[in-house]
């Protein structure tokens, strides 16, 4: 599965974005897909995961970010909703086939990503 992102921006602080993730390929209802980010100098740190089981947000991004999917339109988005300066950074889309119960909250637990979208949030 090829994965595309897009949405990014310059946006002020307490503003929104909403991210998109295309997939081409088939069968993406079967795959749970995942949002990461990565800001210069850090490690790329979890975001948002949607599997068969659910939704699952980091703590930092809680109550703000909401990740969903349109399968008919294999697509899945992430809604940022009053971003701080500190949501500044590449934002990824990865992918993996449904496997298990354990929720994937690593990078290495995805085998496929898009090529990252910037957001910039100023103060």
């Known amino acids: 599965v090829q994965l595309q992102a897009s949405g990014g921006g310059l946006v002020q602080a307490g503003g929104s974005l909403r991210l998109s993730c295309a997939a081409s390929?088939?069968?993406?209802?079967?795959?749970?897909m995942g949002w990461f980010r990565q800001a210069p100098g850090k490690e790329r740190e979890f975001v948002a995961t949607?599997?068969?089981?659910?939704?699952y947000y980091a703590d930092s991004v809680k109550g703000r970010f909401t990740i969903s999917r349109d399968n008919a339109k294999n697509t899945a988005y992430l809604q940022m909703n009053g971003l701080k300066p500190e949501d500044t950074a590449v934002y990824y889309c990865a992918a993996r086939r449904e496997v298990g119960t354990t929720i994937p909250r690593h990078a290495a637990d995805y085998a496929y990503w898009g090529q990252g979208t910037q957001v910039t949030v100023s103060s």
């Open positions: 390929g088939r069968a993406f209802s079967s795959y749970a």
């Open positions: 949607i599997t068969w089981s659910g939704t």
